[in-house]
């Protein structure tokens, strides 16, 4: 795997791409309308050959989050990418609570359930219309990505771990706030009250049925001892354990969903591999301005952090780096920040297959789920946006992202919160 393979895997899963073929991120959510990706009012690109070579833009961030700087705190490019990765979770969670929801409570729609999918309904045998109800209007409405009291999912990062000693340089923890809530013995969630302290079990089962129990919701943070980038490890290892999990409550489902939705839902993950690469794709491209991270000052004596901490060198060899196109090749070239000595049929090879992407905006560099778009559900809209709006009563047209303040985007796709994701034929029928 070579690492614009990797990002670019990292990037789908989170409903980030390519869409010019000039390297230039954007977030489709609605496929219609790619919606730049900023941070700080600066454009994040991809590190393309073509992208390198024109050097640091005033008006650019070039993504590489593997040039974290060990002896630093989080990135800005880390911060983002930890927010994009809660947000696209924070969606599915919400599109496969509402829909195991709303066929639990319609018993017409049970008989069309296979055995293993059926099984379901069994743990949540009194799901009816009132406690769906409850579940859309006073948990699904309110559920936000911002706000800490609202939130489905929470993922922080910090260094080392609760454990002292056991080599751990950096921790990705994995917290579902709602949870909490349930835990306590009244009628409230997330502020507001519902129906009945029965209602709130069957809705907090409906989330263990997703989620999994306390054992396995815990299973999923996960403390990274890489010596090379370890916050993008530590992140990108957790999102793939609540990412099979995911996958799984989908697959099981996907009668349920329709074939379209399921596909939407899922995520490919196939990026893990490069997990066990970090030294040799962390030395293709050199470290970039706003990946490194924040220095770390002591908050007593306000001294910068200086303490040693060993980090590997790169790699000195020649490695494989994928062109501008993010395709693969097995063709052994040099590194794409110094004069390139392809031939030269090979460089117009590679120049034509740019030229042909930019003609094309509308193709996606890093999708492949252009013809899904195109189709339309029989019982909803074209896409996430369209779920959203319907369970939120706000729209999503000719919004951007914004910058928060932490220097990550947000975009806003529903009252009381944000999400970010695209592309969902959601089956929702009843707000």
């Given at each position: 795997?070579?690492?614009?393979?990797?990002y670019?895997?990292?990037?789908?899963?989170?409903?980030?791409?390519?869409?010019?073929?000039?390297?230039?991120?954007?977030?489709?959510?609605?496929?219609?309308?790619?919606?730049?990706?900023t941070?700080?009012?600066?454009?994040?690109?991809?590190?393309?050959?073509?992208?390198?070579?024109?050097?640091?833009?005033?008006?650019q961030?070039?993504?590489?989050p593997?040039?974290?700087?060990?002896?630093?705190?989080?990135?800005?490019?880390?911060?983002?990418?930890?927010?994009?990765?809660?947000?696209?979770?924070?969606?599915?969670?919400?599109?496969?609570?509402?829909?195991?929801?709303?066929?639990?409570?319609?018993?017409?729609?049970?008989?069309?359930?296979?055995?293993?999918?059926?099984?379901?309904?069994?743990?949540?045998?009194?799901?009816?219309e009132?406690?769906?109800?409850?579940?859309?209007?006073?948990?699904?409405?309110?559920?936000?990505?911002?706000?800490?009291?609202?939130?489905?999912?929470?993922?922080?990062?910090?260094?080392?771990?609760?454990?002292?000693?056991?080599?751990?340089?950096?921790?990705?923890?994995?917290?579902?706030?709602?949870?909490?809530?349930?835990a306590?013995?009244?009628?409230?969630?997330?502020?507001?009250?519902?129906?009945?302290?029965?209602?709130?079990?069957?809705?907090?089962?409906?989330?263990?049925?997703?989620?999994?129990?306390?054992?396995?919701?815990?299973?999923?943070?996960?403390?990274?001892?890489?010596?090379?980038?370890?916050?993008?490890?530590?992140?990108?290892?957790?999102?793939?354990?609540?990412?099979?999990?995911l996958?799984?409550?989908v697959?099981?489902?996907?009668?349920?969903?329709?074939?379209?939705?399921?596909?939407?839902?899922?995520?490919?993950?196939?990026?893990?591999?490069?997990?066990?690469?970090?030294?040799?794709?962390?030395?293709?491209?050199?470290?970039?301005?706003?990946?490194?991270?924040?220095?770390?000052?002591?908050?007593?004596?306000?001294?910068?952090?200086?303490?040693?901490?060993?980090?590997?060198?790169?790699?000195?060899?020649?490695?494989?780096?994928a062109?501008?196109?993010?395709?693969?090749?097995?063709?052994?070239?040099d590194?794409?920040?110094?004069?390139?000595?392809?031939?030269a049929?090979?460089?117009?090879?590679?120049?034509?297959?740019?030229?042909?992407?930019?003609?094309?905006?509308?193709?996606?560099?890093l999708?492949?789920?252009?013809?899904?778009?195109?189709?339309?559900?029989?019982?909803?809209?074209?896409?996430?946006?369209?779920?959203?709006n319907?369970?939120?009563?706000?729209?999503?047209?000719?919004?951007?992202?914004?910058?928060?303040?932490?220097?990550?985007?947000?975009?806003?796709?529903?009252?009381?919160?944000?999400?970010?994701?695209?592309?969902?034929?959601?089956?929702?029928?009843?707000?």
């Amino acid at each position: 795997m070579d690492l614009n393979v990797f990002y670019a895997g990292v990037l789908k899963d989170v409903m980030v791409e390519d869409t010019t073929g000039s390297g230039l991120l954007s977030s489709v959510y609605d496929a219609e309308k790619p919606q730049p990706i900023t941070i700080g009012g600066k454009r994040l690109v991809l590190p393309q050959r073509d992208v390198l070579k024109a050097g640091n833009k005033d008006d650019q961030i070039i993504f590489h989050p593997l040039s974290e700087n060990i002896t630093r705190a989080e990135s800005d490019v880390i911060k983002q990418l930890r927010d994009l990765i809660q947000w696209r979770c924070h969606a599915i969670i919400v599109v496969l609570a509402q829909e195991l929801g709303r066929v639990a409570a319609t018993s017409s729609e049970h008989k069309r359930l296979g055995p293993q999918a059926g099984k379901y309904l069994k743990q949540v045998p009194d799901f009816d219309e009132r406690t769906y109800d409850a579940l859309v209007k006073k948990v699904l409405k309110r559920a936000s990505v911002t706000d800490p009291e609202r939130r489905l999912i929470s993922i922080t990062l910090r260094q080392g771990s609760k454990a002292k000693g056991d080599g751990v340089l950096r921790s990705a923890n994995v917290h579902f706030p709602i949870f909490e809530d349930f835990a306590r013995d009244d009628v409230d969630v997330m502020g507001t009250a519902l129906p009945s302290k029965k209602a709130k079990a069957k809705i907090a089962k409906l989330f263990e049925i997703i989620l999994g129990t306390e054992d396995e919701r815990t299973a999923y943070s996960y403390g990274s001892s890489n010596m090379d980038a370890p916050y993008l490890h530590a992140l990108l290892t957790a999102f793939h354990r609540i990412g099979v999990r995911l996958n799984a409550i989908v697959a099981t489902h996907t009668k349920l969903l329709g074939d379209d939705l399921a596909a939407e839902l899922k995520l490919d993950l196939d990026w893990v591999e490069g997990l066990e690469e970090f030294a040799r794709l962390r030395a293709a491209v050199p470290p970039q301005k706003g990946n490194e991270g924040a220095i770390k000052v002591d908050a007593e004596t306000g001294k910068v952090d200086s303490a040693p901490v060993t980090q590997r060198e790169p790699v000195k060899e020649k490695i494989l780096v994928a062109p501008p196109t993010a395709r693969e090749t097995k063709e052994e070239v040099d590194l794409p920040w110094e004069d390139g000595k392809l031939d030269a049929n090979r460089r117009r090879e590679l120049d034509r297959e740019l030229a042909e992407r930019r003609e094309d905006n509308r193709r996606p560099v890093l999708g492949r789920r252009e013809e899904r778009r195109e189709e339309r559900r029989e019982s909803g809209g074209t896409g996430i946006g369209d779920f959203l709006n319907k369970l939120h009563g706000t729209r999503t047209d000719d919004r951007r992202d914004t910058d928060d303040r932490r220097g990550g985007v947000r975009q806003r796709v529903f009252g009381g919160g944000y999400a970010s994701d695209r592309g969902f034929r959601a089956g929702a029928r009843r707000y």
